[in-house]
């Protein structure tokens, strides 16, 4: 084989064996427990006393042979086009105990109009159902808008978080 050649079936000898990378962003108002969705994701943790995140941050876990790169995008971000750029799904999330956040999750819908990627609508907090503000009508309403899935989801007990990445992964 000429040199060139070998050159061209090496380079898409690796390209084919690469590991899929894909991009996920998680958005969602004020302490809606994005960062600890992630953290349950990722490490399987949770705690009572976050701090709030200042400066979004990436974090990896394998699925499914796919590696998950979810970006836990800070409400002060100034660039969230630039993060938001080649995401493969975005995780809108609100807090069922707080009607307002549901609000904000119609906001986030909006400005996200014309993004063609999954779009996954998230209650979180489920273990807090006693004190809901919002509830299946209210979510559902909002997913069938944009023809979207939505999930309810505890951070804390670890409920439907696994299901929700699994919805992207799902058929890859
Ligand atoms: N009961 C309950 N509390 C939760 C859950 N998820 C998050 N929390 C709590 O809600 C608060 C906010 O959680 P964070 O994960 O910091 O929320 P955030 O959206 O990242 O907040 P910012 O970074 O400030 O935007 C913390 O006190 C968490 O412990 C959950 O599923 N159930
Ligand atoms: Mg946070």
Excluded at 109 to 120: E, K, Q, T, V
Excluded at 126 to 136: G, N
């Amino acid at each position: 084989m000429a040199l060139k050649n070998l050159y061209i079936a090496n380079v898409i000898g690796s390209w084919m064996k690469a590991p899929k990378i894909w991009k996920i962003s998680v958005l969602g108002d004020a302490e809606v427990g994005k960062t600890s969705l992630v953290n349950r994701f990722v490490y399987d943790t949770f705690k009572d006393d976050m701090e709030s995140t200042v400066e979004s941050k990436a974090y990896k876990r394998k699925v499914d042979g796919i590696t998950l790169m979810v970006w836990d995008v800070s409400i002060y971000e100034e660039h969230v086009d630039k993060i938001l750029r080649g995401s493969k799904a975005i995780l809108v999330v609100g807090d069922i105990t707080r009607k307002n956040t549901l609000n904000t999750m119609h906001e986030i819908a909006r400005f996200l109009d014309g993004y063609n990627g999954i779009m996954i609508f998230i209650g979180n907090k489920s273990d807090l159902k006693y004190q809901a503000e919002f509830w299946k009508d209210d979510l559902k309403k909002l997913a069938d808008e944009y023809s979207s899935p939505f999930y309810f989801t505890s951070a804390k007990t670890g409920e439907n978080v696994d299901n929700v990445f699994r919805e992207i992964t799902m058929g890859s």
